[in-house]
């Protein structure tokens, strides 16, 4: 059974960097593919990117300008920066195992890591 | 960019049927996927590839996609269903969510 588990600062103020990991255990992390997700309080779900373990990534053409997924399978972790944040990246931030193949869903879930931006 | 719509909240009766959609253009093209979320927890998978349901999701929950609408359908509806229910999808390399219906139960 999979697990994912986010880690990084909780409190960041405007204009800085997000730097999220989410630590992966349970099973190795070349077969699937890693993103990560955010949803501010009381609102929806919003994708933010994800990379396969060859290091191959797609983002979200809304927030790809800022964003960063990298990869690294000896420690089997991947990681999410996020640049030049606001208030409004303030959010609950998930990483999530994502199928490979010619289907695409999340079928893991990490508990989730709240990043508040504030000055 | 693509977009999914959902209803913003629905209720329903214990032991009724809910049924929420999600709207999109030529939905029914690609393969819908339904998650469930509870206050304080994670997304949960219920429904993937339109109509299959993931090991442990219970048979009241099932899914339908057509045109431009997928539909999950809880039958037999119960207090412990009562949560966030998000669609989503796969378009030009990106996973698109709709906005989420709240399904009350009372």
């Known amino acids: 059974q999979v697990q994912l588990q986010e880690s990084g600062p909780g409190l960041l103020t405007p204009s800085e960097t997000l730097s999220l990991t989410c630590n992966v255990s349970g099973g190795p992390i070349s077969t699937y593919t890693w993103s990560w997700i955010r949803q501010p309080a009381g609102k929806g779900l919003e994708w933010i990117g994800r990379?396969?373990?060859?290091?191959?990534?797609n983002y979200n053409p809304s927030l790809k300008s800022r964003v960063t997924v990298s990869v690294d399978t000896s420690k089997n972790q991947f990681s999410l920066k996020l640049t030049s944040v606001t208030a409004a990246d303030t959010a609950v931030y998930y990483c999530?195992?994502?199928?490979?193949?010619?289907?695409?869903?999340?079928?893991?879930w990490g508990q989730g890591t709240l990043v508040t931006v504030s000055s | 960019s693509y977009e999914l719509t959902q209803p913003p909240s629905m209720s329903v009766s214990p032991g009724q049927t809910a049924s929420i959609t999600c709207s999109g253009d030529k939905l029914g093209n690609k393969y819908a996927y339904w998650y469930q979320q509870k206050p304080g927890q994670s997304p949960v998978l219920v429904i993937y590839q339109d109509s299959m349901r993931p090991s442990g999701i219970p048979e009241r929950f099932s899914g339908s996609n057509s045109g431009n609408t997928a539909t999950l359908t809880i039958s037999g509806t119960q207090a412990m269903d009562e949560a966030d229910y998000y669609c989503q999808a796969w378009d030009t390399n990106t996973y698109v969510f709709g906005g989420g219906t709240k399904v009350t139960v009372l």
């Open positions: 999530a195992r994502g199928t490979s193949g010619s289907l695409y869903y999340f079928d893991s």
């Open positions: 990379i396969f373990a060859s290091g191959t990534t």
